[in-house]
């Protein structure tokens, strides 16, 4: 699936694993996420395996997140 095909079809977890930064969390009205340091990661080839890599990088974002508040 191409990047602009997962975009387009609200693919997010594929659209992040091809690169796309297409993250729901980040564009909700969420007071506090200005003032919290996150990183959004993106994979580079979108195969099973860098979805995989993706998530696991999503999980560690989230202890970070939690660390914060």
């Known amino acids: 699936m191409s990047k ?3 975009i ?4 997010v977890g594929r659209s992040r694993a091809r ?3 297409t993250t729901t969390s980040a564009r909700t009205t ?5 003032e919290l340091e996150f990183d959004v990661p993106l994979g580079t080839t979108g195969d099973c395996f860098d979805r995989y ?5 999503e999980l560690k974002q989230s202890i970070r997140i939690l660390r914060q508040c």
Do not use: H, N, W
């Not at 387009?8 to 693919?11: E, K, L, P, R, S």
């Open 4 to 6: 602009q095909d997962a």
């Open 8 to 11: 387009a079809t609200g693919c």
């Open 19 to 21: 690169a796309a930064s």
């Open 30 to 34: 969420v007071l506090v996420y200005p």
């Open 53 to 57: 890599l993706v998530r696991i990088e």
